[in-house]
Protein backbone atom coordinates (compact mmCIF):
# COMPACT_ATOMS: atom_id res chain seq x y z
CA UNK A 1 0.00 0.00 0.00
CA UNK A 2 1.26 3.46 -0.97
CA UNK A 3 0.73 6.38 1.20
CA UNK A 4 -0.23 9.70 -0.52
CA UNK A 5 1.95 12.89 -0.14
CA UNK A 6 -1.23 13.93 2.38
CA UNK A 7 -0.79 10.38 4.66
CA UNK A 8 3.32 10.57 4.13
CA UNK A 9 3.46 14.58 5.88
CA UNK A 10 0.96 13.09 8.40
CA UNK A 11 3.02 10.25 9.68
CA UNK A 12 6.89 12.91 9.48
CA UNK A 13 4.20 15.91 11.32
CA UNK A 14 3.84 13.13 13.65
CA UNK A 15 7.21 11.61 14.57
CA UNK A 16 8.69 15.08 14.75
CA UNK A 17 6.25 16.10 17.28
CA UNK A 18 6.62 12.53 19.01
CA UNK A 19 8.25 13.68 22.47
CA UNK A 20 10.69 10.59 22.99
CA UNK A 21 11.11 8.65 19.85
CA UNK A 22 12.93 5.59 19.83
CA UNK A 23 16.61 6.55 19.78
CA UNK A 24 15.82 8.49 22.79
CA UNK A 25 14.21 5.91 24.16
CA UNK A 26 17.25 3.70 23.56
CA UNK A 27 19.27 6.35 25.33
CA UNK A 28 17.48 6.51 28.57
CA UNK A 29 17.68 2.73 29.30
CA UNK A 30 21.53 2.67 28.68
CA UNK A 31 21.62 5.97 31.12
CA UNK A 32 19.40 4.19 33.89
CA UNK A 33 21.72 1.35 33.15
CA UNK A 34 24.84 3.19 33.93
CA UNK A 35 23.21 5.43 37.03
CA UNK A 36 22.37 2.11 38.46
CA UNK A 37 26.13 0.80 37.91
CA UNK A 38 27.07 3.77 39.79
CA UNK A 39 24.79 3.53 42.48
CA UNK A 40 26.49 -0.26 42.95
CA UNK A 41 29.90 0.95 43.04
CA UNK A 42 29.10 3.93 45.88
CA UNK A 43 27.20 1.01 47.91
CA UNK A 44 30.16 -1.09 47.31
CA UNK A 45 32.63 1.69 48.46
CA UNK A 46 29.96 2.80 51.32
CA UNK A 47 30.50 -0.69 52.76
CA UNK A 48 34.32 -0.75 52.17
CA UNK A 49 34.79 2.34 53.75
CA UNK A 50 32.24 1.56 56.88
CA UNK A 51 34.54 -1.59 57.08
CA UNK A 52 38.08 0.31 57.28
CA UNK A 53 36.66 1.94 59.55
CA UNK A 54 35.76 -0.96 61.82
CA UNK A 55 39.63 -2.65 61.52
CA UNK A 56 40.73 1.36 62.05
CA UNK A 57 39.08 1.41 65.35
CA UNK A 58 40.05 -2.28 66.32
CA UNK A 59 43.56 -1.49 66.09
CA UNK A 60 43.52 1.57 67.74
CA UNK A 61 42.45 -0.40 70.58
CA UNK A 62 44.63 -3.34 70.14
CA UNK A 63 47.52 -0.66 69.93
CA UNK A 64 46.18 1.24 72.97
CA UNK A 65 46.16 -2.35 75.04
CA UNK A 66 49.65 -3.97 74.27
CA UNK A 67 50.18 -7.47 75.21
CA UNK A 68 51.75 -8.42 78.09
CA UNK A 69 55.70 -8.52 77.64
CA UNK A 70 56.72 -12.26 77.52
CA UNK A 71 58.98 -13.64 79.80
CA UNK A 72 60.29 -16.58 77.56
CA UNK A 73 61.29 -14.66 74.85
CA UNK A 74 63.97 -12.08 74.34
CA UNK A 75 63.13 -8.88 72.64
CA UNK A 76 66.27 -7.85 70.49
CA UNK A 77 67.43 -4.64 69.07
CA UNK A 78 69.98 -3.00 66.57
CA UNK A 79 72.56 -1.96 69.77
CA UNK A 80 71.92 -6.02 70.90
CA UNK A 81 71.72 -8.12 67.53
CA UNK A 82 75.09 -9.24 67.32
CA UNK A 83 75.21 -10.55 70.80
CA UNK A 84 72.20 -12.54 71.02
CA UNK A 85 71.94 -13.47 67.24
CA UNK A 86 75.06 -14.06 65.87
CA UNK A 87 77.68 -14.52 69.29
CA UNK A 88 74.67 -17.34 70.55
CA UNK A 89 75.76 -20.58 70.91
CA UNK A 90 72.85 -22.35 70.43
CA UNK A 91 70.61 -22.05 67.29
CA UNK A 92 68.32 -18.81 67.11
CA UNK A 93 64.93 -18.00 66.03
CA UNK A 94 64.39 -14.25 65.27
CA UNK A 95 60.93 -13.04 64.94
CA UNK A 96 60.25 -9.79 62.95
CA UNK A 97 57.31 -8.58 64.01
CA UNK A 98 55.14 -5.43 65.04
CA UNK A 99 52.64 -3.91 67.36
CA UNK A 100 49.77 -3.63 64.66
CA UNK A 101 50.32 -6.79 62.76
CA UNK A 102 47.41 -9.02 63.95
CA UNK A 103 48.96 -12.16 62.72
CA UNK A 104 52.58 -11.65 64.80
CA UNK A 105 50.27 -11.18 67.74
CA UNK A 106 48.59 -14.55 66.97
CA UNK A 107 51.96 -16.00 66.39
CA UNK A 108 53.93 -14.82 70.09
CA UNK A 109 51.89 -17.42 72.20
CA UNK A 110 52.74 -20.41 69.80
CA UNK A 111 56.75 -18.83 70.08
CA UNK A 112 56.38 -19.09 73.94
CA UNK A 113 54.98 -22.53 74.21
CA UNK A 114 57.91 -23.25 71.37
CA UNK A 115 60.77 -21.80 74.00
CA UNK A 116 59.39 -23.77 77.43
CA UNK A 117 59.45 -26.67 75.37
CA UNK A 118 62.90 -26.12 74.12
CA UNK A 119 64.29 -24.64 76.87
CA UNK A 120 67.96 -23.72 76.75
CA UNK A 121 68.51 -25.92 73.43
CA UNK A 122 67.42 -22.64 71.16
CA UNK A 123 67.00 -19.04 71.67
CA UNK A 124 63.80 -17.10 70.83
CA UNK A 125 64.18 -13.61 69.74
CA UNK A 126 61.53 -10.79 68.64
CA UNK A 127 62.52 -7.99 66.86
CA UNK A 128 59.96 -4.81 65.96
CA UNK A 129 60.65 -3.72 62.91
CA UNK A 130 59.30 -0.33 63.26
CA UNK A 131 61.14 0.47 66.46
CA UNK A 132 64.62 -1.26 64.18
CA UNK A 133 64.45 -0.18 60.83
CA UNK A 134 68.06 -1.08 60.44
CA UNK A 135 67.78 -4.57 61.01
CA UNK A 136 64.54 -5.25 59.26
CA UNK A 137 66.72 -3.49 56.08
CA UNK A 138 69.64 -6.05 56.46
CA UNK A 139 67.47 -8.91 56.51
CA UNK A 140 64.92 -8.17 53.22
CA UNK A 141 61.71 -8.59 55.77
CA UNK A 142 58.76 -7.35 53.55
CA UNK A 143 56.32 -9.12 55.14
CA UNK A 144 55.40 -9.64 58.72
CA UNK A 145 55.41 -11.91 61.03
CA UNK A 146 58.60 -13.07 59.34
CA UNK A 147 60.72 -16.02 61.29
CA UNK A 148 64.77 -16.24 61.16
CA UNK A 149 66.18 -18.91 62.04
CA UNK A 150 70.58 -18.63 63.03
CA UNK A 151 72.93 -21.16 63.73
CA UNK A 152 76.37 -20.19 64.20
CA UNK A 153 76.07 -16.45 63.65
CA UNK A 154 74.85 -17.60 59.65
CA UNK A 155 71.62 -17.25 58.55
CA UNK A 156 70.12 -20.63 57.40
CA UNK A 157 66.44 -20.58 56.75
CA UNK A 158 63.57 -18.16 56.88
CA UNK A 159 59.64 -18.24 56.48
CA UNK A 160 57.02 -16.11 56.42
CA UNK A 161 53.31 -15.38 58.16
CA UNK A 162 51.70 -17.97 60.45
CA UNK A 163 52.88 -21.23 60.46
CA UNK A 164 51.79 -24.48 62.85
CA UNK A 165 54.15 -24.56 65.81
CA UNK A 166 55.36 -28.03 64.42
CA UNK A 167 56.61 -26.56 61.42
CA UNK A 168 58.60 -23.97 63.24
CA UNK A 169 59.76 -26.92 65.95
CA UNK A 170 60.82 -29.06 62.87
CA UNK A 171 62.97 -26.37 61.52
CA UNK A 172 64.71 -26.05 64.86
CA UNK A 173 65.38 -29.35 65.42
CA UNK A 174 67.33 -29.80 62.28
CA UNK A 175 69.53 -26.23 63.37
CA UNK A 176 70.26 -28.66 66.74
CA UNK A 177 71.81 -31.42 65.00
Not at 9 to 23: I, K
Not at 84 to 103: I, N, Q, T
Not at 158 to 174: F, N, R, S, Y
Request: hydrophobic share 40%; charged share 30%; aromatic share 6%.
Amino acid sequence: MVLGQEEQGSAVSSAMNDPRPDGLIQKDDSILESVQRENQFLFKLRMRLRDERVWMTYFRVERNNPPVKSMSLTVVNEANFDEEVKLSKVPVLVDFWAEWCGPCRMLTPVLEQLAEEKGAAVKITKVNVDENPGLAQEFSVRSIPMLAFFHEGELKDTIVGIQPKEAIAAILDDLSL
